[in-house]
């Protein structure tokens, strides 16, 4: 069987279930180690082909969603080979999440159409049907030379050449140091080295910040307002989005599900999510709201978390987990002139007071969102536009090569065998620019090195 | 009018490094074989390097011996100083070099082959290739002999239409002023097989009553002694010793101030030469901030005065020479014996050939040495190897024998020629190699002795000794991998005075020898587990293997991906004209090489991945019909 790929199967488009497919090798070890069965007995190594399991999806401890886990075992999937497809509940940052969860496990984001290849290679599908299928690859790989010819021109290329020259240059000193061991060369000054592989990394980890910003600018900042039942959430969400999408009673619990609207501030595009209030009710309709308020939380890039005179410091354990950099509070209906209540334990990135009839509280609010994320610093001179997923985890993995080098570096690891980690390194770069890495780091040695007899 | 002189299955062409390999193992493999020689006084000869090994070549010599090659077990028979390069820098790259009595090496190999069965050896000079029906059918010489044969290996090394020069004075010889072979280029334009120009060079021998030793530094031997060969185990011992001298800044001087004269200045060479290998005029005039340059000071064999200056290698005129070397410290009176030279010769294209060595426009006829472009006898001696039981085994009607880059430096070695070719002299190098972890010198014979006995190149006895080894080898692993080393106060004093932290409780030997800072030899006085009578190269082997285990490990998946795209094997008959999706340039690119699985062609240079998608895809379709 070939290596693991995964892939969301379900059309990229808001729906209520999506899918995530793994096949190859270990596939169904792989989406063990994140998939939890809720039933013991049916972890998902022990099923037989055809059979599912319910169960939770976790990134470390951390509760994605909950889904089913089917399992088919080669040869009788659609692929051919082991194949675990995972149905969850939508929502397209939650399938990228766990798609990210795949990867992180061993698993390899598989290329347009690489499934169907597969299952055409293992003999699963007709000659038609495989002649169909090489149309589309041929066709992908146009769109390929496309995506290669666009990246060489772009920033992104320049950048990412940039890091991989440098690291060149590195693997390159530590080469000839090693084929040519009579020659008098320096010695390799592992603490300098140290210092410039950790300064590409940062170079690296800086460009997929700017990735961050990239999705920010496609998808909009996800703004989720959060907080207890009946603190004024949907009225905050009509005031800052201008239009009346939520409704608004004095009952509490209103609000049963996350609610969508949009708006533009400073001409960035934000999308705000009013939520349920978060309550121990024991109505199902309200609980499930609940459930979906904190899920909505922990995926938002920003959490509005709406106070007013009744709030408590217990009421700040639902943001337990969350980066509170990204957290306002918010004290609302402040026409009410109560004392506000003090949450020291949270460090909040703004505070701010709001009242439905004090216009500019809103505005300085909607002020406070855009601060946040300080996109007033996006410079869009500077900024790579990453093309796709593959080349972005090709620069995950490339800075994630480079922090285990790094420990490697620690714990004094002979040179041979850290120059042959650089490489992947440098593989995983030059994908970008579809150059091959033995070649590059051996005309740079001898441009630059007097050697040999 | 030419004679038929006799009947050969396979003809060599040259007895260097290459050619000696190629015979002896199509004669061992039962074809009568047929090798020519210019003169049989220069069999096995060193016209350069009287040295043997080094990193990435000590490889392909230890390749080689587990293989059933020669030159491992003379070069051990004929060593005078031995040395083992990067034993601090990292394990992988270990290599071992030895310094060799170049006369007493030819003596050595010479006799072999006039012993071997089979095996003829002629002193004359092949000068055309026949070919009929793009297959070879024999050889005429210059005394216009005629030796019909079903095979051919060119390994005519440096000597095609080969020119010297020392100077402004240029002549038509080969290295060591032996004669040129000029006849023989015709005939390749004959067949359609071009060639082209590569340029190389040696420095100058001198006498060793001239130089004064004292003002040089001074290289021993290693005290510890490797061989090469893993099954012959011949008594070596240093013999002499070398010695280090550094150019200056008025060396420097005299070089710059008479670049007029040197013929690569004045474009009189037109061949590529080696990047690697730079002349030192090269080096003065391109590394200008080098305040000076190192030479290594060898003697050339233990019964001669004759020196060579490694580091030195030259095309100035004579009195140059002598000019610049007198400006180096311990050189004031040196006295040059034979000088400097540059030699341009005639070499074929190595994306010509299949990985089996063999002429895709010509059945029959193989390249091996630095006829394909390569620098260094020991690259040359590996595709003699190969590309003589290729031969053989076509005569005999077998598959093809192809070592993949996975398995040895003499895979990468071929596929890197005949898939990216070359444009200067190719050397072996351990960067060359994206598998250096598992490619080492000490672990040669595990990688490859089954094979050299299937394919019947490593005899039943040298196999019964690897046999008993890797027995040896796996009862230690073993016993090693279960031993336990307890804490004592001795032991935690001897880790502490080595910088490394004390242990507290009962640890596994494999883990503790896994700290840079310990090694076999401390850990076995503390370990239960007794291993402490064992040959230093058997605990070498096993203290990397478990150093490395986790690179191994992973490096041994990624081999796994590799063997998948090597198994999805091409025919050479597709053209790939007819494949609708690939691009055009892949489309020329993979017409040229023929690459024989979808590995091979995913490492051609201007085919990229969605190339490779489409062929395997096509490949699928037409799996049947193919």
């Known amino acids: 069987m070939k290596e693991c790929i995964a892939a969301i199967a379900t059309a990229l488009a808001p729906a209520g279930l999506g899918v995530i497919r793994l096949s190859g090798r270990n596939s169904i070890e792989i989406a063990a180690k994140?998939?939890?069965?809720?039933?013991?007995?049916?972890?998902?190594?022990?099923?037989?082909?055809?059979?599912?399991?319910?169960?939770?999806?976790?990134?470390?401890?951390?509760?994605?969603?909950?889904?089913?886990a089917l399992v088919f075992k080669a040869p009788c999937s659609y692929t051919g080979e082991d194949v675990v497809e995972i149905t969850c509940h939508g929502g397209l940052l939650i399938l990228q999440e766990i798609l990210n969860i795949c990867t992180k496990n061993g698993a390899r984001l598989a290329a347009n159409g690489e499934f169907t290849k597969r299952a055409f290679l293992n003999g699963k599908l007709s000659l038609t049907q495989a002649e169909a299928v090489a149309d589309v690859i041929n066709a992908e790989s146009l769109s390929y030379l496309r995506a290669v010819n666009e990246v060489k021109n772009g920033i992104l290329y320049k950048k990412a050449k940039g890091i991989s020259n440098k690291l060149v240059e590195l693997d390159g000193n530590i080469l000839v140091w090693l084929d040519y061991p009579l020659d008098d060369l320096p010695d390799i000054d592992i603490l300098k080295f140290k210092d410039e592989i950790r300064c590409q990394k940062l170079k690296l980890d800086s460009i997929l910040q700017n990735v961050k910003f990239e999705g920010v600018l496609k998808n909009g900042v996800q703004v989720a307002l959060v907080g207890r039942p009946n603190v004024g959430k949907s009225t905050l969400m009509n005031l800052i989005c201008g239009e009346e999408k939520s409704i608004v009673t004095n009952i509490s619990g209103t609000t049963r599900d996350v609610i969508a609207s949009s708006v533009a501030i400073n001409?960035?595009?934000?999308?705000?999510?009013?939520?349920?209030?978060?309550?121990?009710?024991s109505d199902v309709v309200e609980r499930l709201g609940v459930e979906r308020a904190i899920n909505k939380l922990k995926t938002a890039d920003i959490v509005l978390f709406i106070t007013d005179n009744l709030t408590k410091?217990?009421?700040?354990d639902i943001l337990k987990g969350y980066e509170s950099s990204n957290i306002i509070l918010v004290y609302n209906k402040s026409d009410l002139n109560y004392k506000k209540h003090c949450f020291s334990k949270y460090k909040f990135s703004e505070i701010v007071s709001t009242s439905h009839n004090n216009y500019s509280s809103i505005e300085k609010l909607k002020q406070a969102i855009y601060n946040v994320k300080q996109l007033g610093n996006i410079n869009f001179n500077n900024m790579p536009l990453i093309l796709n997923s593959r080349q972005k985890s090709s620069l995950e993995r490339s800075s994630k090569i480079l922090e285990n080098l790094l420990k490697m570096l620690n714990s004094n690891v002979a040179l041979d065998a850290i120059g042959v980690i650089l490489e992947e390194a440098i593989d995983e770069l030059l994908r970008l620019t579809g150059e091959k890495v033995s070649d590059v780091v051996l005309d740079d040695i001898f441009s630059k090195f007097c050697v040999g007899k | 009018m030419s004679f038929l002189l006799d009947y050969a299955d396979v003809v060599v062409i040259g007895a260097g490094h290459a050619g000696i390999e190629a015979a002896m193992a199509s004669a061992r493999l039962g074809c009568k074989t047929i090798i020519?020689?210019?003169?049989?006084?220069?069999?096995?000869?060193?016209?350069?390097?009287?040295?043997?090994?080094?990193?990435?070549?000590?490889?392909?010599?230890?390749?080689l011996d587990a293989l059933g090659g020669l030159m491992g077990r003379v070069a051990d028979k004929t060593t005078i100083q031995s040395k083992i390069l990067n034993s601090k820098r990292g394990p992988a790259v270990r290599s071992l070099r030895a310094q060799i009595d170049k006369v007493n090496y030819h003596l050595h190999m010479k006799n072999i082959l006039e012993l071997q069965d089979n095996l003829y050896i002629k002193q004359d000079e092949v000068i055309k290739i026949d070919v009929n029906n793009s297959k070879v059918c024999g050889v005429y010489t210059k005394l216009d002999a005629y030796i019909k044969t079903k095979a051919v290996i060119v390994a005519c090394g440096t000597y095609l239409k080969a020119k010297t020069f020392i100077g402004t004075v240029s002549s038509s010889s080969g290295p060591d002023n032996a004669p040129a072979a000029n006849m023989l280029s015709c005939s390749f334009k004959n067949l359609n097989i071009n060639l082209r120009r590569f340029k190389t060079g040696t420095p100058a021998r001198v006498n060793r009553k001239s130089i004064d030793f004292s003002k040089l530094k001074i290289q021993k031997g290693d005290e510890k002694i490797h061989s090469f060969s893993f099954f012959e185990k011949t008594e070596i011992i240093n013999k002499i010793d070398c010695y280090i001298a550094y150019t200056n800044s008025k060396t420097h001087d005299v070089i710059l101030k008479n670049l007029d004269r040197s013929p690569l200045y004045s474009g009189d060479i037109k061949g590529v030469g080696p990047r690697y290998c730079p002349s030192i005029e090269d080096k003065v005039v391109r590394f200008k901030d080098r305040p000076r340059h190192q030479i290594f000071v060898e003697p050339i064999g233990f019964n001669t005065n004759e020196i060579y200056l490694q580091g030195m290698s030259s095309s100035l005129p004579l009195d140059v020479q002598i000019s610049f070397l007198k400006t180096i410290e311990g050189f004031e009176n040196i006295d040059i014996m034979r000088p400097a030279y540059a030699i341009e010769y005639d070499c074929c294209n190595p994306t010509d050939l299949y990985p089996t060595l063999e002429f895709k426009c010509v059945g029959g006829l193989y390249g091996a040495g630095q006829f394909n472009g390569t620098s260094g006898y020991e690259e040359a001696a590996v595709q003699g190897f190969v590309a003589g039981v290729n031969a053989a085994r076509k005569v005999r009607n077998l598959s093809a024998f192809i070592l993949t880059r996975a398995s040895s430096y003499i895979g990468t070695l071929i596929d890197d020629l005949v898939t990216k070719g070359c444009t200067?002299?190719?050397?072996?190098?351990?960067?060359?190699?994206?598998?250096?972890?598992?490619?080492?010198h000490d672990n040669a014979d595990r990688r490859l002795s089954e094979i050299g006995h299937s394919i019947k190149t490593l005899s039943d006895e040298d196999y019964g000794i690897f046999c008993e080894k890797q027995k040896l080898i796996k009862t230690l692993k073993e016993g090693l991998e279960k031993a336990i080393i307890r804490p004592t106060e001795e032991l935690n004093a001897k880790l502490l005075s080595l910088n490394t932290s004390k242990i507290s409780f009962p640890r596994k030997f494999t883990d503790l020898i896994k700290r840079p800072e310990l090694n076999f030899d401390i850990l076995q006085e503390y370990c239960e587990f007794d291993c402490?009578?064992?040959?230093?190269?058997?605990?070498?082997?096993?203290?990397?293997?478990?150093?490395?285990?986790?690179?191994?490990?992973?490096?041994?998946e990624k081999l796994l991906k590799f063997k998948e795209m090597e198994d999805e094997k091409l025919p050479v008959n597709i053209d790939y004209e007819n494949i609708s999706g690939l691009r055009k340039e892949a489309r020329e690119k993979l017409n040229a090489i023929k690459p024989i699985n979808l590995g091979q062609a995913s490492r051609i240079s201007g085919v990229n991945p969605a190339d490779i998608v489409?062929?395997?895809?096509?490949?699928?379709?037409n799996r049947n019909c193919l």
Request: charged share 30%.
């Open chain 1, 267 to 281: 001409g960035f595009d934000f999308k705000i999510f009013d939520t349920a209030g978060i309550t121990d009710s």
């Open chain 2, 424 to 440: 200067e002299p190719y050397r072996i190098m351990t960067a060359r190699s994206e598998y250096r972890l598992l490619l080492r």
């Open chain 1, 34 to 68: 994140f998939f939890k069965s809720s039933n013991s007995s049916k972890d998902i190594k022990l099923l037989n082909g055809y059979e599912a399991a319910y169960g939770k999806i976790l990134d470390g401890d951390f509760f994605l969603d909950d889904g089913v």
């Open chain 2, 532 to 556: 402490k009578n064992l040959n230093f190269e058997i605990k070498e082997e096993l203290e990397i293997d478990f150093k490395y285990e986790e690179f191994i490990k992973s490096q041994q």
């Open chain 1, 313 to 316: 410091d217990e009421d700040l």
């Open chain 2, 614 to 621: 489409v062929l395997s895809v096509w490949l699928n379709i």
């Open chain 2, 36 to 63: 020519f020689t210019l003169s049989l006084d220069k069999i096995a000869n060193m016209p350069c390097n009287p040295c043997i090994g080094g990193t990435a070549k000590g490889h392909l010599v230890r390749e």
